[in-house]
């Protein structure tokens, strides 16, 4: 995998403003806990909402089965480490994540 695509690694890229090119690196990830409550959210699911909601992230929609968030790469891939820690620590069994880089013209 080239890292640069990710918006991991290199000086211009530490901020996930972008590569070498100065094209910024956009994320969107969806995610979800469990396990599920349909009474009452869970500790953990509320804990991974509130993560990703104060990640000042782009585009984020909370619902009861799922949730997604946009943002540049540096600040998606912070959240969902938060997210994934925080989550676990509160007593998510399993957490499923999908990760998707963002063509231009999908941000």
Do not use: K, W, Y
């Not at 640069?4 to 590569?19: C, I, L, V």
């Not at 990640?55 to 540049?72: I, M, Q």
């Not at 069994?93 to 063509?103: G, H, I, P, Y």
């Amino acid at each position: 995998m080239d890292r640069r695509a990710a918006g991991t690694t290199g000086a211009t890229e530490a901020d996930g403003s972008g590569g070498a090119e100065g094209v910024a690196v956009r994320l969107r990830v969806e995610f979800t806990t469990e396990p599920f409550d349909l009474d009452e959210p869970p500790q953990h699911a509320v804990i991974a909402r509130e993560v990703v909601q104060s990640a000042s992230l782009d585009a984020v929609d909370v619902g009861p089965f799922g949730n997604t968030a946009e943002g540049t790469a540096d600040r998606v891939l912070t959240a969902v480490d938060s997210m994934l820690r925080e989550s676990l620590a509160a007593g998510a069994t399993r957490v499923s994540l999908q990760v998707n880089v963002l063509a231009e013209e999908d941000s």
